[in-house]
């Protein structure tokens, strides 16, 4: 059961930033995520999703329009209290050189710590439960920096999940990941947000996927908010070639009842 009040809100919102000599932008964009939810958002490329993304983690200021976390203001908080409960898995992490695996883990544990940043007991059983369930048992004193990237995604995961929040971003997640893997990530995170409540929003790429997960999907093109809804509501032909500018054919599998979309061929060839 999806909870009524938001635990991140984005009402309104305009926010902008540069990077790399290329502009990324988000237009009065209107989209919230509840306690117990699996929300997708779907695009096609600089469609704004990374930018969402970056505003509901606090780490890119509104120009325009409020963004709140539990009911405060995001602006209104310091960094310490959003990483208590916002954890954000990049598209790319950032490859920790010279730490492990059960090291980079425990940094998870970080924003709960006292200053000395010194894991407890309890911190290390977390970390370790973590590991467990991103199928990491037996790489925990590899080196980060030795492992493939799907590895390194599955650490990052895994951080994120140590870190126990209440708003789990994650850009991508399935990328370097194999089938197999990308199946279980989506089990996980689906597990963690009906047994933790913990709101999960996700971007992603494969529309067969998110049609499987999402309790809502936001749809996304041009730095603006297009639709917003359960996957019946949201993905269909219409919409999806509203978004994507491709023609998709949507049909619904006999056995589960999901949905599923497979690219139609140009109409030129």
Not at 132 to 156: F, I, M, T, Y
Not at 247 to 266: A, H, I, K, Q, T
Request: glycine fraction near 8%; proline fraction near 3%.
């Amino acid at each position: 059961m999806i909870a009524s009040e938001p635990v991140v809100e984005v009402a309104g919102v305009t926010a902008r930033y540069e990077h790399s000599g290329e502009r990324y932008s988000l237009l009065d964009a209107t989209v919230d995520a509840r306690a117990g939810e699996f929300l997708v958002v779907l695009g096609a490329n600089g469609a704004g999703k990374s930018t969402l993304m970056r505003v509901m983690a606090g780490s890119l200021a509104a120009e325009k329009g409020a963004v709140r976390l539990f009911g405060a203001p995001m602006s209104s908080l310091q960094r310490r209290q959003i990483a208590k409960m916002v954890a954000v898995v990049p598209q790319l992490a950032a490859v920790a050189f010279g730490f492990t695996v059960r090291e980079v883990v425990l940094m998870g544990r970080a924003p709960h710590q006292g200053a000395w940043m010194t894991p407890s007991p309890s911190d290390a059983e977390i970390a370790t439960r973590a590991i467990e369930r991103c199928d990491l048992v037996g790489l925990e004193e590899r080196a980060v920096s030795e492992l493939s990237g799907g590895e390194q995604k599955r650490v990052a995961i895994a951080r994120a999940i140590a870190q126990q929040p209440k708003l789990m971003l994650l850009d991508e997640p399935g990328a370097f990941l194999d089938v197999r893997h990308q199946i279980a990530l989506c089990d996980l995170l689906a597990e963690l947000a009906r047994s933790s409540g913990v709101a999960i929003v996700c971007v992603m790429h494969d529309l067969n996927v998110a049609a499987q997960y999402a309790s809502r999907v936001v749809l996304m093109k041009s730095g603006r908010v297009l639709s917003v809804g359960t996957v019946e509501e949201v993905m269909t032909y219409r919409k999806l070639q509203e978004t994507f500018d491709a023609d998709l054919y949507c049909g619904v599998n006999d056995l589960s009842g999901d949905r599923f979309f497979l690219p139609m061929r140009g109409k030129n060839k």
